[in-house]
């Protein structure tokens, strides 16, 4: 299988980095090459899973939209492309034919039929298998969805062609699938008069699918003066409403980018902007039903853009189409009748505002509105931190069954606190936007208002530990392994937690017991310029202090590589954050709810230490212990602090 290069919103671009090599086996949507023009860095994902074959592009060489990247061998069955000038048809494969007398004068032929429905024209080259809506032994009918698609710019729905039982299912949740490929099979009674098949032998039949368009160009009118009024373009159905508005009055934006989101019952689309310009005007507002050529938004352009194929000639080409296919015709007629949904929007416009500025689809995005979601507040689990629809239900699911302190914590921290006042009159000010990762930490780090903390401070002697540390360096540096003082601290930590397992544990939701962990999973905060992730360190009690070294090394450079998976982050029951050689003598780091403490480090200074008779010169290293009141008492805190330091003191105590 091929995967070449998807529309980048350029006419061409450089291969910057390719993130793959042959024999990598890759999962959908992970990243392949990194393309970069002159406005845009981008990087490629793969539309299959498989193993890598062969690469067919080097760095620096320059690509356009639909040249081959690279080839993977696929357990998927390769399927021959069909050209979009090309009616999509059903297959119909008939079984048995057997002639039943009616009331009329013309004897009527009941047949049994396997009909192969297939992927219709969806406006895209690919799309992924969202979900599956029918199983093996389903009776559906005509117009029933079957199967849900996705690429990156709508979701859709895609309908059954005819009426009966499913008999087989022919992709998988996550498959690739283009215009022709067999969805499922079903097999169907159906009843004609013997006049209509006298004349040639029942070989075949078709059946015409019906066309959601999903990525159509919306139609633009240029008038005189520059202006540019977008409107809106054929969606597939009469009738669609408008469930997002992604731009505002003032905003400038570029050809193709999505201004708003129009929904039917089968599909959710973005519709793009065809000129580049600044935005004058929006003529629609949220859940405003709209139909082909309503005006959406008027955008003044620098110079007047040709106008594009005129509503009337759309027209005249849909209807050549239906008459020249009256079974598609039919079908469609019957499937525009769009209804307004039955839930209604539980999102304030403000909160609407607030998730378009997400990275998430068509399809997590109207799942949100539907029960009320924040997606901020969501953690991301897909490629590039998009919001999955699986990340939506957790999160739900989190909130239906946290305790109530809890589901109250997950509330942003602004919705407490009033608003900013107007500083217009002491010079005013200009908002700077926080980093992505700023913005999702926010949520997380209110759920510390909650949590009853206290820190307990300490002072461990590392002089001998950090003379050791400087005889292995050279050796270990030759290695390429950098070992720092965190690999002793982690692996002290984590002989530390074993014996009191109540520091890596967990209050339970109903705040009469405490979870507690069979394994140690250890973050570490790094710091990266878009601000503190935790990347985690896996079992730490279970390997040499070289294992430690190395793996702090790589989790590092991810982190700053920006290459953490979201599996990197998850799992952790005690954290480690250091402020290295930042400076500061001590600090209180904030427990990770749902962790109950969290160790601080501040730079060792060397200070004299009365040893009895005078002041000998000693490497101090201060420690911060926060924790959660409700769990750790402050004697066990203090006591746990006081072991720590006697094992970094002389760390081949852990080894007897």
């Known amino acids: 299988m091929q995967i070449t290069t998807p529309d980048i919103g350029v006419d061409k671009a450089t291969v910057a980095e390719i993130l793959v090599k042959v024999g990598d086996t890759i999962v959908v949507d992970e990243s392949i090459v990194l393309l970069e023009s002159d406005k845009a860095s981008v990087e490629v994902p793969s539309t299959s899973a498989g193993v890598v074959k062969s690469i067919l592009v080097k760095e620096g060489d320059e690509v356009s939209e639909g040249q081959v990247l690279i080839e993977i061998e696929s357990g998927a069955a390769e399927v021959a492309s069909i050209t979009q000038s090309e009616p999509v048809q059903a ?382 360096k050279a050796g270990f540096k030759q290695q390429g392994v950098s070992l720092t003082i965190l690999a002793f601290i982690a692996k002290a930590l984590a002989f530390l937690l074993k014996e009191e397992p109540y520091f890596a544990g967990h209050l339970a939701d109903d705040q009469k017991g405490v979870l507690l962990r069979n394994e140690i999973h250890m973050g570490i905060a790094v710091a990266t310029p878009d601000g503190l992730t935790v990347p985690v360190l896996r079992n730490p009690d279970q390997k040499s202090i070289k294992q430690i070294a190395i793996e702090l090394g790589e989790l590092s450079k991810k982190a700053r590589d920006k290459k953490l998976s979201p599996k990197d982050l998850q799992g952790a029951n005690f954290t480690i954050t250091s402020l290295g050689s930042i400076g500061g003598t001590a600090f209180t780091p904030l427990v990770n709810w749902p962790q109950v403490a969290i160790l601080g480090i501040s730079p060792a200074t060397m200070q004299p230490v009365w040893n009895g008779q005078d002041f000998d010169p000693r490497l101090m290293l201060p420690l911060s212990l926060s924790y959660d009141h409700r769990v750790i008492n402050g004697a066990d805190a203090a006591r746990f602090t006081n072991k720590l330091t006697k094992i970094l003191a002389d760390i081949r105590t852990i080894l007897l």
């Open 91 to 472: 297959e119909v494969k008939v079984e048995s034919a057997s002639v039943v007398p009616t009331q009329s004068a013309e004897p009527v032929l009941t047949s049994a039929q396997v009909v192969d429905v297939k992927v219709p024209d969806i406006g895209v080259e690919k799309a992924l298998v969202g979900e599956i809506l029918v199983k093996v032994g389903d009776e559906i009918s005509i117009d029933d969805s079957v199967v849900v698609v996705e690429s990156d710019k709508a979701t859709v729905e895609i309908p059954s062609t005819v009426a009966g039982t499913v008999a087989s299912i022919e992709i998988q949740e996550g498959d690739s699938v283009k215009e022709g490929v067999v969805i499922i099979t079903v097999k169907t009674t159906a009843s004609m008069p013997t006049a209509n098949v006298a004349t040639a032998p029942i070989a075949s039949t078709s059946v015409t699918a019906p066309v959601p368009t999903v990525a159509a160009v919306a139609a633009s009118v240029v008038t005189q003066s520059g202006s540019v009024e977008i409107t809106v373009p054929d969606l597939g159905v009469e009738k669609a409403t408008i469930s997002e508005i992604l731009i505002s009055v003032g905003d400038r934006v570029e050809k193709d980018q999505s201004l708003c989101v129009a929904e039917s019952d089968k599909a959710s689309v973005e519709v793009p902007s065809t000129v580049a310009g600044v935005v004058k005007a929006i003529h629609v507002e949220l859940n405003q039903s709209v139909s082909q050529g309503t005006a959406l938004v008027t955008i003044e352009t620098e110079a007047q853009s040709a106008p594009v194929q005129s509503q009337a000639s759309v027209q005249k080409t849909v209807v050549a189409q239906a008459e020249a296919q009256p079974v598609a015709k039919a079908v469609v007629e019957k499937s525009v009748a769009v209804t307004t949904p039955a839930n209604a929007d539980k999102l304030t416009k403000a909160q609407q505002l607030e998730n378009a500025k997400v990275y998430a689809g068509p399809a997590v995005r109207k799942l949100a509105r539907e029960l009320g979601v924040v997606l901020s507040n969501v953690q991301a689990s897909g490629v590039h931190e998009r919001v999955m629809k699986d990340d939506v239900f957790a999160y739900v699911k989190t909130r239906l069954t946290a305790p109530p302190a809890a589901a109250t914590a997950t509330a942003p921290i602004v919705s407490g606190l009033p608003a900013l006042p107007d500083f217009s009159a002491f010079g005013g000010g200009d908002v700077k936007t926080m980093t992505r990762l700023q913005q999702v930490s926010v949520p997380q780090l209110s759920l510390n208002n909650f949590i009853p903390q206290v820190t307990q401070f300490d002072l461990a002697d590392i002089t001998e530990l950090e003379a050791w540390r400087g005889e292995l």
